[in-house]
Each structure stands twice: as structure tokens, then as C-alpha cells.
């Protein structure tokens, strides 16, 4: 298979395995690109990107940025904060502006859950979901998955436990459908006020300790707790969050095993995970933000390639 079965990247629910294998190969190659003395290539350089952020972001806004660069596409750059939604504009609105420029790919941002859904049925540009609401967040799902089977050979046959705040996670919801589609077990774990009521119904165990889940797991993904999502507390404090869901040194000794570690970030250092452990060579943070770079140029590339044969 030489190109994806989609024209927009929305969710990891709506592509299959062989799109997510071809997106996997493909940052392979870039990754090597990456690691070259010259780290640019011209394989975007008559594509115009829009990065639409609605939302605050870090990680996923600079590595997309700099995925965009590497591939010499032209960027323009938009911060709902600072643009005139903050006058009133519709989303349509503000994207038809944009495109009205030209441009051929829009990655976005929103935190209406099926933002990008909608997007791509009312504007003619690719569509890259950055993170809708509590729904999907594909690219992170993808680099989470590329580092697991950097790391471990392989994801098929691996057991990953998703720790912590799944109810408000598009994290977690991308990555359960990644794990799955590349054919991990998958179990979740953390307090029952955050872990959606019909979740096994997706095909995932529930595991309400977290020693037993750790015991179990080849893999855990430690979630923030997205306080920013929360009208009401879900738990008694953040010190008993900690004490039951978090991971330290002393409970990963205990395991008497191995496991590799992994947080999407923003880390809420010392709720989730002590800061001794995330700077420890069990996690793989770090190098789960630099393969980021390597899959969203794969993602961005094999999108861009479907516009340039269209019309051809
Ligand atoms: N992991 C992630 O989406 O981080 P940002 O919110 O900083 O983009």
C-alpha cells in the first residue's frame, strides 16, 4: 500500500491498520531525515499550510510547525486568542478567510469535540485533527504507538495500561483505537469518577489498582489530570489522587519487573508521576516528543501527496 485510505486525518477511528503501518514507515524514513546534518526536505514546497489553534498548546503546535518547515511547505500560523473570534467570528468564517489565501492544509485545534469532522465536510483543503475536545487526538495516539514499538520491536502482543483522567482524554480514546488496530491489550485504570461508564464496551478492561495494572502491563500512559475540563471535583484532593494513581520510584521498584513509561505532557509534575521518575530512564517522554516531529511529517506528507494527484 503506497498511499492512505483517507483524505483528512480526524480521528484514528477512521483509518485502518495498513494507513497507520504506512504512517509508521514513512517516519521512519523521516526520522532519518531528521537526524541528518541538513534536516530539510522539498517535498512539500508548493503546499500551504494553516496551523488553527483554538485551544493552548505546546508540544503539538511547535512539532507540527517544525514538521511543516522540514518539509518546506509555506506556514501561517493562527491563535484564536489573539484573531477576531474573539469578535465574533464563526469557525467557518474564519476558515474560509483563510482559505480564501490559498491554502491547501488546515491543522487544527479545537475544543469542540468533531470540530474537524464538521471542517471537512464545509471547506475544500486536508484536515488534520490537532485535538478536538475529549475526542480524538490522532497524531499524539501515532507517535505514542511509533515510540512503543521504537522501544519494545513491536506493538502487536504488548500490554498497555492507560492511567488516570480518561474521561476528559483524547489521548486516550486515540490511543485505545491505536493499540488496538496494531493489536496491544489495553486496560485503564484510575478513580471510577474518571473512567467513562460504558468503556468496556470499546473492548478494555477496567483495573481499579494501580499496582495490579503495573504488575500486569508491559506499558503504562500516564494521563494528566485535565483540570481545565473539570466544573466539579472528581476526587477528594490532589494528595489522594497522588497516593492512589500516581506513580513514584518505591512503587516501581516494587514491581520487580521492567516497564516503560510514557505522558503525553503537559506533566503535572508530582500528581501522576514524581519527577525522579519522569526524568528516569524508564520514561520515554522525551523521545515520544521527538518522534512527534517524524509522524506528523509522515501524516502531512502522504495527505499532501493524495492533494497533488488529485489534481494532476
Ligand atoms: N500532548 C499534547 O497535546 O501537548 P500540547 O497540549 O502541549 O500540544
Same mark, same amino acid.
Given at each position: ?5 483517507? =483524505? ?45 489553534? &483554538? ?7 511547535? $512539532? &507540527?510547525? /517544525? *514538521?511543516?518547515?522540514? /518539509?518546506? !511547505? ?6 484564536? $486568542?489573539?484573531? $477576531? ?5 464563526t ?23 468533531? !470540530?474537524?469532522? &464538521? ?5 475544500? @483543503?486536508?484536515?488534520?485533527? +490537532?485535538? =478536538?475536545? !475529549? ?6 495516539a ?13 506493538? *502487536?502482543? %504488548? ?12 489521548? !486516550?480514546?486515540?490511543?485505545?483505537? +491505536?493499540?488496538?488496530?496494531? #493489536? @496491544? ?6 478513580? %471510577? ?9 470499546? #473492548?478494555v ?6 499496582? %495490579? ?6 506499558v +503504562?500512559?500516564?494521563?494528566?489530570v485535565?483540570?481545565?475540563?473539570m466544573?466539579?471535583?472528581? &476526587? ?13 520510584? +518505591?512503587?516501581?521498584? $516494587? ?14 509534575r #508530582? ?17 515520544q ?5 517524524a509522524?506528523?511529517? *509522515?501524516?502531512?506528507?502522504? /495527505? @499532501?501527496? %493524495? ?6
Amino acid at each position: 500500500m503506497s498511499e492512505l485510505s483517507v =483524505d483528512h486525518l480526524l480521528g484514528i477511528k477512521y483509518i485502518t491498520e495498513d494507513d497507520i503501518q504506512l504512517i509508521f514507515e514513512t517516519a521512519d524514513h523521516f526520522k532519518e531525515v531528521i537526524n541528518r546534518p541538513i534536516k530539510k526536505v522539498p517535498s512539500l514546497r508548493d503546499i500551504t499550510i494553516a496551523n488553527l489553534f &483554538f485551544e493552548n498548546s505546546t508540544r503539538t503546535r511547535l $512539532s &507540527f510547525e /517544525l *514538521a511543516e518547515k522540514r /518539509l518546506s !511547505a509555506d506556514v501561517i500560523n493562527f491563535s484564536a $486568542s489573539s484573531s $477576531s473570534v474573539k469578535k465574533g467570528e464563526t469557525l467557518i468564517d474564519t476558515v474560509n478567510n483563510i482559505l480564501s489565501m490559498k491554502v491547501d492544509m488546515v491543522v487544527m485545534r479545537h475544543p469542540n469535540p468533531g !470540530a474537524g469532522i &464538521f471542517l471537512s465536510k464545509h471547506v475544500k @483543503a486536508s484536515i488534520v485533527n +490537532a485535538g =478536538d475536545g !475529549a475526542h480524538e487526538h490522532p497524531t499524539q495516539a501515532l507517535l505514542d504507538c511509533y515510540s512503543i514499538r521504537e522501544k519494545l520491536g513491536d506493538v *502487536a502482543g %504488548k500490554k498497555v495500561v492507560i492511567v488516570g483522567d480518561i474521561l476528559h482524554s483524547r489521548v !486516550a480514546l486515540s490511543n485505545i483505537f +491505536a493499540l488496538q488496530k496494531l #493489536g @496491544a491489550m489495553v486496560k485503564v485504570c484510575g478513580p %471510577k469518577t474518571l473512567i467513562p461508564k460504558h468503556i468496556e464496551s470499546l #473492548g478494555v478492561q477496567v483495573e481499579s489498582s494501580l499496582k %495490579k495494572a503495573l504488575e500486569w502491563c508491559d506499558v +503504562a500512559n500516564m494521563l494528566r489530570v485535565q483540570n481545565e475540563r473539570m466544573e466539579i471535583s472528581y &476526587f477528594p484532593s490532589t494528595r489522594e489522587y497522588t497516593q492512589q494513581y500516581g506513580v513514584n520510584k +518505591a512503587l516501581l521498584d $516494587s514491581l520487580g519487573k521492567e516497564i516503560v513509561l510514557m505522558h503525553p505532557g503537559p506533566i503535572n509534575r #508530582g500528581v501522576e508521576i514524581t519527577s525522579d521518575v519522569a526524568d528516569s530512564d524508564h520514561a520515554i517522554i522525551l523521545e515520544q516528543v521527538q518522534n512527534g516531529v517524524a509522524i506528523r511529517m *509522515a501524516v502531512l506528507y502522504l /495527505l @499532501a501527496s %493524495k492533494i497533488q494527484r488529485d489534481e494532476d
